[in-house]
C-alpha cells in the first residue's frame, strides 16, 4: 500500500515570497490533515479536511496560510507571503476516516521542510 | 483545554529499558497515541491505548491511566535504532471530529 506523498521535500525560500506545498494521502482516506512541526516541538494541527470540506482550520494564519483539497484527495497548502518563523517542517497526515468515537491512527508523509531566510 | 506534557531528552545504554512519561489534560479523551520520530522523518505508529492498563507490543509497551491523565512508553533492550523523538498524542473529542494533540516529544538517545 502506497503512503502519504508529499513534495517538495525541502524548499528554501526568502522572507515575503510564496511557497506551495502538495500532499496525496492515502487511496480511500477521507480524512486529511496538515500539521506544522517547529524544531524540537510537537506537531501543531493546521487544517483538518474531511473529503474535501474544512472541518478544522482554528489555527491556521488564514491572513498568510490557505488550503485546499479539491475532488477529496490531493491538497495543497500555501503560503503567501512567508515570514522567518514560518521555517518548520509541514506535514501531511491522512486516516481512513475521523469521529470523535474512533480509534483510527494517522499516518504521516515524510514532510517539506521550509527554510524562510 | 489541552496540555500534554513530557520529557525533553533522555539518554540509555544500549540493552536497558527507558520509561518516557506522558501526562495530559483534556476536556474529552478517546485514545492516546504513541508515535517514534527519527530526525528528518515522519512520525510513525507505535501503540494506542483507550482502556486503562498496559498494551504490550515486542519490545515496546504502553500503559494508560485515564483517571490520572497519564501514560507511558516502555522501551525495552534498547537498540541504537531507538534513538529517535517520541510522541506522545491525545485525541480530543471535545469535538466531533476528535482532534489529535501532541506533545513536544522526548529525544532518546541511546548510547554504546
Known amino acids: 500500500e502506497a503512503g502519504v506523498a508529499q513534495s517538495p521535500r525541502y524548499k528554501i525560500i526568502e522572507k515575503r515570497q510564496s511557497v506551495a506545498f502538495w500532499c496525496n494521502p492515502i487511496s480511500g482516506h477521507a480524512t486529511l490533515y496538515w500539521y506544522q512541526q517547529i524544531l524540537g516541538q510537537g506537531p501543531k494541527l493546521l487544517i483538518q479536511?474531511?473529503?474535501?470540506?474544512?472541518?478544522?482550520d482554528s489555527q491556521l494564519p488564514k491572513d498568510r496560510f490557505s488550503a485546499e483539497r479539491l475532488k477529496g484527495v490531493d491538497s495543497t497548502l500555501k503560503i503567501q507571503p512567508a515570514k522567518l518563523e514560518d521555517s518548520a517542517v509541514y506535514l501531511c497526515a491522512s486516516s481512513p476516516r475521523q469521529g470523535a468515537r474512533t480509534n483510527e491512527k494517522l499516518f504521516f508523509g515524510s514532510g517539506t521542510q521550509l527554510s524562510v531566510l | 483545554g489541552q496540555n500534554i506534557d513530557q520529557p525533553t531528552e533522555m539518554t540509555a545504554t544500549e540493552g536497558a529499558i527507558v520509561q518516557i512519561n506522558c501526562t495530559y489534560q483534556t476536556s474529552g479523551f478517546n485514545g492516546l497515541f504513541w508515535y517514534q520520530q527519527h530526525a528528518g522523518e515522519a512520525p510513525t505508529f507505535l501503540s494506542y491505548n483507550v482502556l486503562d492498563g498496559l498494551e504490550e507490543k515486542g519490545r515496546f509497551s504502553s500503559f494508560l491511566s485515564r483517571s490520572k491523565g497519564y501514560s507511558y512508553l516502555l522501551l525495552k533492550e534498547l537498540q541504537m535504532k531507538d534513538s529517535a523523538s517520541y510522541l506522545c498524542a491525545v485525541r480530543d473529542t471535545t469535538d466531533s471530529w476528535g482532534k489529535f494533540q501532541f506533545g513536544a516529544g522526548t529525544q532518546v538517545v541511546v548510547t554504546p
Open positions: 479536511f474531511q473529503n474535501n470540506g474544512v472541518v478544522d
